[in-house]
């Protein structure tokens, strides 16, 4: 970055890019040439960020992508993806320049494109081995290709060598772009600002509630429970035993509910119970699911936040 005099600064919610504005006119020169980038790693140092992001949990070997290429708008704020929110379809599976791609078969309409859609000469990439083809990636370029076959296609990114697994890759082009996009205007570079936009994770909140003094016999006929003055629709107690043994009643939200990394403290989440078919007079408040809760369930293909309540 230096050869082209960019200088680069860490944010607190991303990072910037500044430029020497006379000397940055090396890069449109060369233009014609090349098509020029900046690839960027994104590394999350967040451990809860899939907790209370809507994001797939993890596969290692995949990273988000993303590219000036393909933008869009919300509100004031230029989103670097086509969508509202970052989504699997931009999750792409990575390879190092030294592997290869085993194909079953190819057939004469198989294609490998570039991000920008431009085909690829099949000798470049392709290498019969008996009865499977095999893609060579060492003569390919760092960035994000595709195999399309009819109606399926493989997307995947081709990088040069990466150390550890990164949550995503950012290839900012400088050169024809879309007009939205364009660094350059009369001569003169133009600042853009890029916004990753991650959607907010929705759980099944489920408390298991138990009693507090152990000798007594903790009965729940029925359960109310609103969050900030409004019902939320509940499942009635169930009783059940925990692996350590002890008796408790759950209960689960009928539908997930939206989490957030920052709790607001003045929210109100309060329990109302019914024994002998009376509701008692007196609410109890109760925790918000905490960030760290979350967990997915397999056998019900839920995501929960669990917390325990002593009454």
């Given at each position: ?92 599976r990575i390879y190092n320049k030294y592997q290869s791609i085993k194909l079953d078969k190819v057939i004469k309409s198989t294609k490998l494109v570039d991000v920008r859609q431009n085909d690829l000469k099949k000798d470049l990439w392709t290498q019969e081995v008996e009865d499977h083809t095999l893609v060579k990636l060492k003569n390919l370029s760092e960035g994000k290709y595709s195999i399309l076959n009819g109606k399926s296609s493989m997307s995947f990114y081709v990088i040069d060598y990466i ?149």
């Amino acid at each position: 970055m230096k050869n082209y005099h960019l200088f680069f600064k860490p944010e607190t919610n991303g990072f910037s890019l500044f430029c020497n504005t006379e000397k940055f006119q090396k890069i449109q020169k060369i233009k014609a040439k090349l098509d020029q980038k900046l690839i960027f790693l994104i590394r999350n140092k967040n451990s809860y960020l899939l907790n209370y992001t809507d994001l797939a949990f993890s596969d290692n070997n995949k990273m988000y992508y993303f590219t000036n290429l393909s933008t869009s708008k919300d509100g004031a704020k230029l989103l670097i993806h086509d969508k509202e929110y970052v989504n699997e379809e931009q999750a792409l599976r990575i390879y190092n320049k030294y592997q290869s791609i085993k194909l079953d078969k190819v057939i004469k309409s198989t294609k490998l494109v570039d991000v920008r859609q431009n085909d690829l000469k099949k000798d470049l990439w392709t290498q019969e081995v008996e009865d499977h083809t095999l893609v060579k990636l060492k003569n390919l370029s760092e960035g994000k290709y595709s195999i399309l076959n009819g109606k399926s296609s493989m997307s995947f990114y081709v990088i040069d060598y990466i150390k550890e697994p990164m949550w995503g890759i950012m290839d900012l082009f400088l050169n024809d772009l879309p007009k939205e996009n364009k660094f350059f205007t009369d001569g003169k570079i133009d600042h853009k600002e890029y916004v990753i936009n991650l959607n907010a994770r929705k759980t099944f909140w489920k408390y298991f509630i138990l009693s507090e003094n152990k000798n007594v016999d903790l009965k729940l006929e029925e359960v109310k429970v609103s969050y900030n003055g409004k019902d939320i629709a509940f499942s009635k107690p169930k009783k059940v035993t925990l692996t350590n043994g002890e008796d408790a009643f759950a209960i689960e939200s009928k539908e997930p509910i939206e989490l957030k990394e920052v709790v607001n403290v003045s929210d109100k989440l309060e329990l109302k119970i019914k024994n002998n078919s009376k509701w008692l007079s007196k609410s109890v408040k109760i925790p918000k699911p905490k960030i760290k809760s979350v967990k997915p369930d397999r056998e019900s293909n839920k995501i929960y936040s669990t917390t325990y309540i002593y009454l």
